[in-house]
Nanobody
């Protein structure tokens, strides 16, 4: 499975961005897709996930009510709509795939940078 993330950029606080993650290859083996982020000097943290089969979602408390994860089946693409952005959302955002039968996220995209100015 290959993942291609895009959509990052510079935005003012309160603004919005939409990230995309296009999956290719053996996409039928995907169990779940997730978004993670890593801010400078901090550990990588979970942001949101979506089950491939039924689109059930899960969010970190820090983004609940502001971010929405979704998928477009025909394009094998997962989106992260980010609203009401805050400077603390500034980070490198990664998408990841958790394949059926494996323990956790095994495949990672290249990361896309989101910078929120105050």
């Amino acid at each position: 499975v290959q993942l291609q993330a895009s959509g990052g950029g510079l935005v003012q606080a309160g603004g919005s961005l939409r990230l995309s993650c296009a999956a290719s290859g053996r996409t039928f083996t995907i169990y779940r897709m997730g978004w993670f982020r890593q801010a400078p000097g901090k550990d990588r943290e979970f942001v949101a996930s979506i089950l491939w089969r039924d689109s059930r979602t899960n969010y970190a408390d820090s983004v609940k009510g502001r971010f929405t994860i979704s998928r477009e089946n025909a394009k094998n693409t997962v989106y992260l709509q980010m609203n009401s952005l805050k400077p603390e959302d500034t980070a490198l955002y990664y998408c990841a795939a958790h394949l059926v039968g494996l323990g956790s996220y095994n495949y990672w995209g290249q990361g896309t940078l989101v910078t929120v100015s105050s």
